[in-house]
Structures are given as structure tokens and as C-alpha cells.
């Protein structure tokens, strides 16, 4: 599989991945995480989303598509949208 425009290949991303918990601090994301990358006053969240990964996580909850192999959700606002995806995959939100 290729990425539409890229020429990348991404046959290697899990398009389904197991999410057990959602995390808000780069930090502080652990194996199966969904990393909400939300913008704040001092940092934006997407400039930390390589450490999540490297830390575990395995999706992101973005406001645009980053550069990154791995499953990407893109919303209007991920501040707003990390208090319901806790719900969605029956987990909580850590980072607050």
C-alpha cells in the first residue's frame, strides 16, 4: 500500500491498532496509547507526537496530518475531541 501522494509505502502501519488509554503529555504516553496532540498557550502538542510514538503510543488524535507512519484521526479541534475519545474506546484520559 502506498500513501496517496507520497509514493511512501505504509504497508507496515497497523490501520487498526489497539488503543488502551488516551494521553495528552508526550512524556507520559505508554504502549497502546492514542496521543491527543493538542495546541496549548506555550506548546502544540503535534510538535511532540514523534516522542509518543517512540514512547509506545500507536495513533494519533490530530487537528492535520502529520509526517508520521501511524494512524492519524484529524479533527477540527483536538482539545475538544480528546474528552470523547476516552468514551469511544472505553478508556481514560490521562495527562489532566
Known amino acids: 500500500m502506498v500513501r ?8 507496515n502501519v497497523d ?8 494521553e495528552i503529555v508526550s512524556s507520559r504516553a505508554q504502549p497502546g496509547a ?5 495546541k496549548g498557550n506555550r506548546s502544540d502538542g503535534h510538535d511532540f507526537a514523534a516522542e509518543a510514538l517512540a514512547r509506545g ?3 494519533l488524535l490530530c487537528e492535520q496530518a502529520l509526517e508520521l507512519l501511524v ?12 474528552d470523547r475519545w476516552p468514551r469511544h474506546f472505553g478508556v481514560s484520559r490521562h495527562g489532566t
Open 4 to 11: 496517496p501522494g507520497s509514493g511512501e509505502d505504509v504497508s
Open 15 to 22: 490501520a487498526d491498532p489497539v488503543v488502551r488509554d488516551v
Open 34 to 38: 492514542l496521543f491527543a496532540c493538542i
Open 57 to 59: 503510543a500507536v495513533a
Open 71 to 82: 494512524p492519524q484521526v484529524i479533527v477540527p479541534r483536538s482539545a475538544r475531541s480528546s
